[in-house]
């Protein structure tokens, strides 16, 4: 049987995708979308807007590690 990867504990998560209309953020931009349309905050946000926030993202996890 083979074993589960481990799970992200809640405080483990790194919000970078946060909604304009409410202050909700989230993990993954999927979710995002996913709360969007669900509470009808307008239409889905791209991937292409969030481009230079992933970009300085990463720039500081490597200077972390």
């Known amino acids: 049987m083979k074993k ?4 992200r504990k809640y405080n483990e998560i790194e919000r970078l995708y946060a909604c304009k209309d409410c202050k909700k953020a989230y993990g993954t931009l999927n979710h995002l979308n996913a709360h969007i349309l669900t ?20 720039e500081e996890r ?3 590690q």
């Open 4 to 7: 589960k990867r481990p799970r």
């Open 39 to 58: 509470q009808n905050h307008g239409p889905k946000r791209k991937s292409e807007e969030f481009r230079e926030l992933r970009a300085k993202w990463r």
């Open 62 to 64: 490597k200077q972390r």
